[in-house]
């Protein structure tokens, strides 16, 4: 049965315990970036940050009022990373969550160009680079667990469940609410859908959210525009991509 996860932003106060947890399931090393003008921090994803809060200042009744919102992979229902990527490297799975497969992986970047969310980020500053994202926690929910973010979180933010059970909360929360939540599921219908979707009391735009992405699935978008690459381009990411399968290789036999 597919997971799926409802985000209700109005129950966030971000403490941040989620960015913790998913940094010491992964093994990630915490960062600091200095200070950036804004409570956000890390400033944005990256290679070993596959989620972080927002922290969006707003105005309500001439009030000062703050929004705290958790970005991550939003594991679309049809990914256009996995559709762009060449090799089948990235994947949407039965459960629910979309993988990557390094060992599949020839670097050519294609599924960070394809995301309509710019969510993949490549590993700039190793010699051995991946790319990375949120795997929903692949593991644990193959385990029976929730993702270790969910499980960190003292707010119940995030409901997680079978994906129809995690559509059907989310349409109650704002039918039985009328005047707390915006009357939009996002993540229902942009980019086709999304295993994680979002309620809220504040219209999407004002908190960062792409409201212009398409309502269809992207892996056809992804092929018309990525048919427009220059050829030399395309030749040097196959320059690039047969680097990489020299490199893979190489990491294989260390590894086994
Ligand atoms: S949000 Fe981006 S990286 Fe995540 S599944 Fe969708 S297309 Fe892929
Ligand atoms: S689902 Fe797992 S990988 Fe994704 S943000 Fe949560 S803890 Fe991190
Ligand atoms: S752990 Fe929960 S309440 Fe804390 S920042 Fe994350 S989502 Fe918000």
């Known amino acids: 049965m597919a997971k799926g996860v409802l985000v209700d932003i109005t129950k966030c106060i971000g403490c941040r315990s989620c960015q913790i947890a998913c940094k010491a399931w992964h093994n990630h090393e915490a960062g ?5 003008g804004t409570y956000t921090m890390p400033n944005q994803l990256s290679a070993d940050t596959y989620t ?4 969006v200042e707003g ?3 001439n009030q000062p009022t703050w929004s705290f919102v958790k970005n991550q992979c939003l594991h679309c229902q049809e990914p256009a ?14 459960e629910g969550p979309v993988i990557y497969d390094q060992w599949k992986c020839i670097g050519c970047r294609y599924c960070m160009i394809a995301c309509p969310f710019h969510i993949p980020k490549y590993e700039w500053d190793t010699l051995n680079p991946w790319v990375q994202k949120c795997n929903f926690c692949a593991d644990r929910v193959d385990a029976g667990m929730e993702p270790a973010c969910i499980k960190a979180c003292p707010m119940n933010v995030m409901y997680f469940d079978d994906y129809e059970k995690v559509v059907q909360e989310a349409k109650n929360r704002i039918a039985n609410h009328p005047g707390k939540y915006i009357n939009h ?5 942009e980019a086709g859908g999304t295993s994680w979707i979002y309620i809220s009391d504040r219209p999407f735009q004002e908190l960062g959210f792409d409201t212009q992405v398409v309502k ?7 092929w018309a525009s990525l048919s427009k690459i220059p ?8 320059a690039l991509s047969a680097i990489a399968v020299f490199r893979n290789r190489g990491s294989r036999k260390e590894d086994v």
């Open 32 to 36: 600091y970036e200095g200070l950036n």
């Open 52 to 55: 972080r809060i927002s922290f």
């Open 59 to 61: 105005e309500r009744n």
């Open 81 to 94: 990373c996995a559709s762009a990527c060449p090799v089948g490297a990235l994947q949407k799975t039965k």
């Open 185 to 189: 599921i996002y993540g229902l219908n």
């Open 216 to 222: 269809a699935s992207y892996p056809s978008f992804t």
């Open 231 to 238: 050829w030399k381009a395309v030749g040097f990411a196959a």
